[in-house]
């Protein structure tokens, strides 16, 4: 008689894992108070492994390596279970647990769910000797990030992978990307979520805790391969945009500007800060400029004062240097700061700059030399440099993380590809025209924003009619410190960011696929 599951685990765990680690993954398969299933390991075990499923009744198969990709391994697994459903467990580089009741519970939500292809719970976390528990985020059609987080348990019924072929061999790095992707397509994907003590399963932590710039070691070919999977998933929905589709061939517009630029910065109680942003615009080899600083924090927000210094009779004040403009507001919006500058800038250009970071000398001009470059450009990008504030107050240039060039964007491919990361680049330079066309930013009137994606929307919505401009050099410096909103942000931040940027792509992708069927 076929068993209802088959489990696949790998018997060759990576980073380290101890042997005992390893046999408490085997134990907890043992201990599952539903029996109906048999047992595949992703490589050889050893004897002992073997017999204390076989002492218990459970029929085992090993799938010999011999350097063979994920994907090919896989399939040999597959071809081997005549199952109903498959219990995937992601071990090779962390220590996976599972509770007693945990196939059970897996079993009774497909049978509730008879339409999803895919099922996926939150976990445990043990992290030197604490548990945690992890509440993974919910899927929808916007959940096409390659980092997303499906944890390291998947249940999966075998008609869904029959559906898309099981696993494509061709895929190098990203199989399980690419098959969640395309399940996605054909069935719905279900979550299972935790109150409390309601996790399937514990994962073992690694030392590695979470920074926004890990995505820049990803090699190359990784990265290159996860374009096409997105891509060719977006063909699949008809949410793809073809090169060229959609685009305007070049700009017309009543040019009202009287200044190159107006650099735009909203600030909120970062006194220490602003005055270096500041200083950075007027050294631009650009001075047809303004800064324009607009202050969230209201009337008493101390980085009013430091403002004031670079106005008309402060103490720094010159009037041969780039005019210091302040709004004041009592509403901390991102957006909303931004759109008040905008509607008072007399520049041609919006350039983005934050008010702990540094523009290069350079980069307004060559910002402005890449409009000027082709008729059709609707934003420029540039790339940044990451620095960091010492306790002593001195900053210095992060040299272990490279110039941020964000070059996986293509002319071609790259609106489509930025559904896939979370951002493009920055410093961002946009005329302001086309800020008012596209609607202004959001001002946190976006699902589950806050303070977060107003400026990735606008690349997406500016990207469906217009080419993105790029600059290669390192035009602005990223500033790290201990009060800023990149440095070593916990997991409850990033979950926030992640539901608001997901909600953004699951409304691209659904104005993506109407634009395709006009």
Not at 478 to 485: E, F, K, L, M, P
Request: with cysteine; aromatic share 8%; glycine share 6%.
């Amino acid at each position: 008689m076929k068993p209802k599951t088959t489990i696949i685990l790998h018997s060759d765990p990576q980073n380290n894992q101890l042997a005992e680690q390893f046999k408490s993954t085997v134990r907890s398969i043992v201990s599952q108070i539903n029996r109906d299933f048999d047992v595949i390991f992703l490589g050889i075990t050893d004897t002992k492994t073997r017999d204390s499923l076989e002492k218990n009744s459970i029929e085992i198969t090993e799938i010999k390596i011999k350097d063979k990709d994920f994907a090919v391994l896989m399939n040999e697994a597959l071809k081997q279970s005549e199952a109903d459903n498959i219990l995937y467990i992601d071990n090779r580089t962390n220590p996976v647990i599972l509770k007693k009741a945990a196939l059970e519970a897996f079993q009774i939500s497909a049978v509730r769910n008879s339409k999803s292809g895919l099922f996926y719970s939150d976990y445990e976390l043990e992290d030197g000797g604490n548990i945690k528990e992890i509440k993974l985020l919910f899927h929808h059609t916007g959940r096409v990030r390659d980092n997303q987080d499906y944890g390291k348990v998947n249940f999966i019924r075998r008609e869904a992978l029959d559906k898309i072929s099981l696993f494509d061999e061709s895929v190098k790095h990203n199989s399980l990307y690419d098959m969640r992707l395309k399940i996605s397509e054909h069935y719905k994907i279900t979550r299972i979520s935790n109150k409390f003590n309601g996790s399937f399963y514990k994962v073992v932590a690694s030392k590695k805790k979470a920074n926004v710039f890990d995505y820049l070691l990803a090699g190359k070919d990784v990265q290159l391969e996860a374009e096409e999977v997105v891509t060719n998933h977006l063909k699949r929905i008809n949410a793809y945009l073809e090169p060229g589709k959609f685009m305007t061939s070049e700009i017309k517009y009543d040019d009202v500007s009287t200044l190159a630029a107006s650099v735009i910065i909203p600030v909120g109680f970062r006194p220490e800060f602003i005055g270096t942003a500041i200083e950075s615009i007027r050294a631009q080899t650009v001075q047809d400029i303004e800064a324009i600083i607009v202050v969230n924090g209201g009337d008493n927000d101390p980085t009013i004062p430091e403002v004031k210094k670079y106005m008309k009779g402060g103490e720094l004040y010159d009037p041969g240097k780039p005019e210091v403009y302040l709004i004041v507001v009592d509403i901390n919006s991102i957006g909303f700061c931004l759109n008040l500058g905008v509607n008072q800038a007399r520049g041609k250009y919006y350039v983005q700059l934050d008010s702990d970071d540094r523009l290069k000398p350079d980069a307004v001009e060559k910002i402005i030399d890449c409009f000027r470059s082709s008729g059709d450009i609707g934003m420029v990008i540039g790339s940044y440099e990451v620095w960091e504030k010492g306790d002593d107050g001195f900053l210095s240039r992060m040299k272990d993380i490279p110039v941020v060039t964000h070059d996986e964007w293509t002319e071609d491919n790259g609106r489509n590809n930025l559904l896939r990361i979370n951002g493009a680049g920055a410093p961002r330079s946009i005329p302001i025209h086309i800020i008012k066309e596209m609607g202004y930013f959001g001002i946190n009137d976006d699902a589950y924003a806050r303070n977060y994606g107003e400026d990735y929307e606008m690349v997406n919505k500016i990207a469906e009619y217009y080419k993105i401009g790029r600059i290669y050099d390192p035009v602005y410096e990223v500033i790290r410190h201990s009060g800023g909103t990149d440095h070593a942000i916990n997991q409850e931040v990033i979950d926030r960011n992640d539901e608001a940027k997901d909600d953004m792509r699951k409304e691209i992708i659904l104005r993506r696929i109407a634009f395709n069927t006009i």
